[in-house]
């Protein structure tokens, strides 16, 4: 019965954001990307502006803390959008075959978009409880910046695709002639930080949640 409740949940919650079935049978949700992102950023606007009158000790701090997030997602929001679109224009291309849509380009913007959701998620579980005297300003905020954190990375992995994207040649997933792009590709991935996919934040991309079913469509 518990699996069934949350399994429903996130049903209602994918369709908040606008998703809606791509058949009359069950099928994935198809979900539209600005509509995603207009969800985003309406929840953290929010947000940001019910805790922005701020309150003196801990709590205060903790309030400024989740505005300040709040305000970093949106403007990792704001680089994304055209990269997801501009990725959900030209993955096609890389396919596996015509009947089987799969490949890395599909793969990292879903986990983007699980980000994003859970996020939506969490942005709408805070507006729903924030005046109750149960509710934790400080750990919502530190929810929030896993979150934020995470979203950072991805950022930094799209635009390591876009990379690729634009250095391969047409309809190629993977470096033909290379001059130094593997090495540079691998240099820059280890780089970045990966400890943010961990804790709050571990598994977000697989949990049965909203965000990592359906598909994108502009």
């Known amino acids: 019965m518990a699996s069934s409740k949350t399994s429903g949940g996130s049903s209602r919650l994918e369709k908040s954001v606008n ?10 949700v198809v979900m539209d990307t600005k509509a995603v992102f207009a969800a ?3 929840v953290c606007d929010e947000n940001a502006e019910f805790f922005s009158g701020g309150s003196k000790g801990s709590q205060g701090d903790a309030a400024r803390r989740l505005v300040d997030t709040m305000k970093l997602i949106k403007e990792h929001a704001r680089s994304l959008e055209p ?9 096609h291309h890389f396919d596996f075959d015509p009947h089987i849509p799969a490949n890395g380009y599909r793969s990292l913007v879903k986990v983007v978009r699980c980000c994003l959701v859970h996020i939506i998620q969490k942005g709408r579980y805070i507006t729903a409880n ?6 934790r300003v400080a750990h919502n905020a530190g929810e929030m910046e896993a979150y934020c954190n995470a979203l950072c990375q991805l950022r930094a992995l799209l635009y390591l695709a876009q990379r690729m994207l634009h250095d391969n040649s047409h309809g190629n997933l993977f470096f033909k002639d290379e001059s130094g792009l593997s090495e540079t590709f691998v ?5 970045m930080h990966k400890g943010c996919f961990y804790g709050r934040c571990l598994g977000f991309q697989v949990r049965g949640a909203a965000g990592c079913r359906g598909s994108w469509q502009e």
């Open 19 to 28: 998703g809606r079935r791509s058949s009359k049978l069950k099928g994935p």
């Open 40 to 42: 985003l950023h309406s």
């Open 83 to 91: 990269i997801i679109s501009g990725f959900t224009q030209v993955y």
């Open 130 to 135: 924030r005046r109750s005297i149960f509710f």
């Open 187 to 191: 240099r820059e991935y280890t780089s």
